[in-house]
């Protein structure tokens, strides 16, 4: 359940910041105890926003503040 809480975070957070940007959760299956925020561009690379992966304990650390994700998407398509 914290992994959703703080994936509808992170969305939310994203929507609010660039309402035209789409948002998917998960679309294919997430590694397992993961969290991790990409960036899918129109030509098809990948932005890696925010990994959960090396961080922690506790478990707190895997999870980003959704600013933080919403300022490095903001860098990532200035």
Known sequence: RVYGRNAAA???????AMAHLPVDINPRPPRRNSFEVS???ED???VELWSGIGK?????LK????ETV???LKSSLA
């Open 39 to 41: 960036l899918l561009k």
């Open 56 to 60: 922690g304990p506790p478990r707190k």
């Open 44 to 46: 098809g690379s990948t």
């Open 70 to 72: 919403v300022e490095a």
């Open 10 to 16: 992170v969305s939310e957070a994203l929507r609010g």
């Open 63 to 66: 999870f980003p503040q959704p």
